[in-house]
């Protein structure tokens, strides 16, 4: 009787172990063919947060974004039309502003004696890191080239960990690395790194333009980049994604500019009838044309004397 009883305990255990056998091979079927696995991210901190780890993202950008600002910053519960539009991505290029009404009202006046005490212990002027924060200019030399930076990078590191495939942390990220710290090298291959995550990335194709045209001077591998940006954007436009219309706007002014001062006409015009069909100020950008058509009018005049 107990030997049979053995038995049976054996072929159950026998049995479970299968059991959790077939169940983790077709976990690990199911796994590598999920779109959220390792394959997207190393991270298994990310895996294991799933979705909620653009929350994470954002958190941390905004977070960049309060220390740009040297801590005056509005809250949930505070008037944020002046802060709709991050001003570190704003001021950066890599995104079109929204902000509307007083920035530096957001608090509107004190509810109460204890609100207007409270706020005597916290930062009461409106600036920004890149302006020496609270101190001024003076901070900057103080610190150094680049040290209001550093403050903000370890935000927009977390935020780009969290949520590879926020295109908006890299361009910023990259723009304030290049431009307020030198690290141009730095900078590039960040892009790259957000590229490998978003390559339909228009946005990063773009800012990966400005840094061969701004900081490598390579006007021609500048071109290639902003004309497969131009292509990536009338990809996602004709696949009816709507893609911003600030970004195609920076994209074909960039190749006009650059088009013009090689003296390729005829590129620079389409460019820029481009720029003028998203352009908000259409009317400027039909008086450069018409500057653009006299100059190729008058070179063309020159070269048969």
Not at 74 to 99: I, K, L, S
């Amino acid at each position: 009787m107990n030997m049979r009883a053995t038995r049976v305990w054996c072929l159950v255990l026998a049995g479970l172990m299968v059991l959790c056998f077939g169940l983790a091979a077709g976990l690990d079927t199911w796994f590598q063919g999920w779109q959220g696995n390792r394959l997207k991210s190393a991270d298994i901190l990310s895996v294991l947060l799933g979705d909620g780890r653009r929350m994470f993202a954002q958190h941390f950008f905004v977070k960049a974004d309060a220390y740009f600002h040297s801590g005056y910053y509005p809250t949930v519960f505070d008037n944020r039309e002046a802060f709709q539009t991050p001003h570190m991505a704003a001021d950066a290029g890599a995104v079109g502003e929204h902000n509307q009404g007083d920035e530096t009202g957001f608090l509107g006046r004190p509810r109460d004696w204890i609100d207007r005490l409270s706020r005597q212990l916290l930062p009461a002027v409106h600036t920004h890191l890149d302006e020496g924060g609270a101190e001024g200019r003076a901070q900057l030399k103080e610190l150094g080239e680049g040290a209001e930076v550093r403050e903000i990078l370890p935000w927009l590191r977390l935020s780009a960990s969290f949520d590879p495939e926020r295109v908006e942390t890299y361009t910023v990220t990259a723009y304030w690395l290049r431009q307020r710290m030198g690290k141009v090298d730095e900078a590039e291959q960040f892009l790259r790194e957000g590229l490998r995550a978003n390559p339909n990335s228009y946005e990063i194709l773009y800012e990966l333009g400005r840094v061969c045209n701004e900081n490598r001077k390579d006007v021609l591998r500048a071109r290639n980049l902003w004309e497969a940006a131009l292509r990536q954007w009338q990809k996602q436009d004709a696949a009816g994604v709507k893609p911003d219309t600030f970004m195609v706007v920076q994209i074909v002014s960039q190749l006009a500019t650059l088009e013009a001062k090689l003296g390729d006409y005829g590129p620079a015009l389409a460019h820029m009838e481009l720029w003028k069909k998203y352009s908000p100020t259409p009317e400027h950008v039909e008086k450069r044309i018409q500057e653009l058509r006299q100059q190729r009018s008058a070179t063309e005049t020159s070269a048969l004397r």
